[in-house]
């Protein structure tokens, strides 16, 4: 018997023993090792999120984790191991303007989607400047005269000078946000913001970076009425503090990030 057949049919065996023998304390503890930051990343989310629908057992550049298939460990053993993870994972992470797909997609499934299973923790990896994430940014013609744009001093209780085209309502939030807070969540989840990185900033960008804040800041104000928590990072910075002052932040957006936030 070759050493992967003796595998195919001992890892069945081993998985049911597993599942009959221990109590779910134990099982959950082995589950917990099994699901690290680094399984998470080989599962590759972003990648995941573009077919269209499961199994996703085969998909290039993804490695979709052995003990979550029924094929290999079992119906019950992968099923509990997916529970886990959508209940107690704090390591789920995917692009805002993917965020839509990602909340209602079973990706292994068994039904169990974070818009249903209320995730503890997600966070959010955002582009200041793109308008899937920020339907509302001022159009090419608003932003075409910097000169117009308010100046250091000039900020006020309004949501936006004029000059810029729009004044969104500070009661909306909006964009790929707006469907996460259309989620039933747990009073302990907790929204991690990762902002990407501005390595080309221009005078052009001043309106898009302030127009993001001001979203930004309903979005963080709007979670935390809820009672959930909220974090903001650019790279390992803390930007959340400055988040309610406009030259702060942009003196912040202009320092280069280090390594993202773990």
């Known amino acids: 018997m070759s050493t992967t057949a003796f595998a195919d049919e001992t890892i069945p065996i081993l998985a049911r023993h597993f599942h009959a023998r221990l109590p779910r304390e134990l099982r959950d503890l082995v589950y917990s090792y099994l699901w690290d930051g680094d399984a998470m990343r080989k599962m590759n989310a972003p990648l995941l999120l573009c077919q269209a629908s499961p199994p996703f057992n085969i998909l290039p550049g993804t490695s979709i984790p052995h003990f979550t298939r029924p094929s290999c460990v079992g119906a019950a053993v992968s099923h509990e191991a997916v529970e886990w993870l959508y209940k107690n994972g704090t390591d789920f992470s995917v692009d805002a303007e993917d965020l839509g797909t990602f909340l209602h997609l079973d990706i292994f499934g068994f039904g169990f989607t974070p818009a249903n299973s209320r995730i503890r923790r997600l966070a959010v990896n955002v582009d200041l400047t793109n308008r899937d994430v920020f339907p509302t940014l001022p159009s090419e013609d608003a932003v075409a005269d910097p000169f117009r744009l308010p100046m250091d001093g000039d900020q006020t209780d309004r949501d936006v000078s004029p000059a810029l085209g729009y004044e969104p309502s500070r009661d909306a939030v909006e964009g790929p946000f707006r469907l996460l807070m259309d989620v039933d969540l747990g009073k302990d989840f907790r929204l991690v913001v990762r902002l990407a990185p501005l390595w080309i900033i221009t005078i052009l960008t001043y309106p898009l970076v302030q127009h993001a804040r ?28 400055v988040l309610g002052n406009l030259n702060d932040w942009w003196c912040s957006l202009c320092d280069a990030p280090d390594r993202p936030a773990s």
Do not use: I, S
Request: aromatic residues 10%; without cysteine.
């Open 214 to 241: 001001l979203v930004l800041e309903r979005t963080v104000h709007a979670f935390e009425q809820r009672g959930m928590a909220v974090e903001l990072w650019y790279g390992e910075r803390d930007v959340k503090p």
